[in-house]
């Protein structure tokens, strides 16, 4: 093995821990793995082996790119979002199948999921400055000293904390908490979705935190973004959404239960849940075609469901608030049997 193809090897050592340092900061899959790319560019340019600490030095890099990304946006008009207006933009979410029915979690796939960060939060980072998400990223996510992200944002160790402990605020405060019962979750995710599917309103209502947020984030086409609070706003705003979708089934997002819907085998909607207190207390949709298929090709909703993407056996109806009473049974696993 020559020095380049030993360089390269250390690096995919290190490629998860930069592609989940990216993917906090700027909250898009793709933007993240252009970010983890362009480290490697760089350091496939400098002197490697001259690198002492070539963890700490591949996350410094990385959090320049993804710093300068984020500056972008804010030339462009698109980051960070108007926290005075509520906002309908979801992040990318990350979507994998259940790990198998209901047999419990190993412990190395209970280790993935327990550090996976939710849309909630990331929706959240969104409304930071570019040098504040960053700060709070690598600090309090990746436990990076303010001594090494100061020069990143080019303040003093002491004005960088100060950066973290306002972006911390924020999040406290407007992000909500999931709890920690991940078996409590899907429990309440699938009650959900069953009564939504039923038509149940009073089960729908007993589920939804009364200040419950709905958030709809459906890119380009007219009627689907939206942003909705309180529990019969939420029902209501579900029903018309709910309506549009085909297929629906449970699948992982972001490390928890959530949904998929499909329609005619294309993805139509992802959805995440955040429960605590055994009550629903944020909901993020991302119903964006465009990016949905950038997301989830053919290959993977096939993964996902478990049939053929082409138009294959339906998952199960579709999550239809206002399906009608008897419209099915509860929502099924992707990767098997049903759920409920």
């Known amino acids: 093995m020559d020095g380049r193809e030993l360089l390269a090897a250390r690096f995919e050592e290190h490629r998860p821990r930069l ?83 209901r047999e419990p979690v190993d412990p190395e796939q209970e280790a ?38 100061a020069p990143i944002v080019e303040r003093s160790p002491a004005a960088t904390r100060q950066l973290a402990s306002r972006a911390r605020r924020r999040v406290r405060d407007t992000a909500p ?35 419950v947020v709905l958030r709809a984030d459906g890119g380009d086409v007219s009627g689907l973004s939206r942003f909705v609070r309180g529990a019969r706003e939420v ?10 979708a085909g297929t ?10 959530g949904q998929l819907a499909v329609h005619e085998g294309k993805p139509f909607s992802v959805g995440e849940f955040t429960v605590r207190g055994g009550r629903i207390v944020e909901i993020n949709i991302l119903a964006d075609q465009e990016r949905l298929r950038t997301l989830l090709d053919a290959r993977a909703i096939r993964e996902l469901t478990g049939t053929d993407a082409g138009g294959g056996p339906e998952v ?15 929502p099924e696993s992707c990767t098997g049997p049903a759920a409920g």
């Open 112 to 149: 993935l999921l327990s550090d996976s960060v939710g849309l909630a939060l990331l929706v959240v980072l969104d409304t930071l400055g570019p040098a504040e998400r960053l700060a709070f990223v690598l600090h309090d996510m990746f436990a990076v000293p303010f001594e090494d992200i």
């Open 248 to 257: 629906t089934c449970l699948a992982l997002v972001n490390g928890r239960v």
């Open 19 to 101: 592609k989940a340092v990216a993917y906090r900061v700027l909250g898009s899959l793709s933007e993240a793995e252009d970010a983890v790319q362009e480290t490697w560019l760089k350091l496939s340019r400098a002197d490697g082996e001259r690198v002492e600490n070539l963890g700490g030095w591949l996350t410094t890099v990385v959090g320049r790119v993804c710093l300068d990304l984020l500056r972008a946006r804010k030339q462009r008009g698109e980051q960070p979002l108007d926290v005075e207006v509520p906002a309908t933009h979801v992040p990318d979410p990350q979507i994998s199948p259940l790990p198998g029915g």
């Open 177 to 211: 908490e999931p709890g920690p019962d991940r078996t409590r979750h899907r429990e309440v995710v699938e009650a959900f979705l069953t009564a939504a599917r039923g038509g149940d309103f009073d089960a729908l209502l007993e589920l939804l935190d009364p200040d």
């Open 235 to 244: 029902v209501a705003g579900a029903r018309s959404f709910s309506a549009l």
């Open 316 to 330: 199960g109806t579709g999550p239809g608030v206002g399906s009608g009473p008897g419209a099915g049974a509860g």
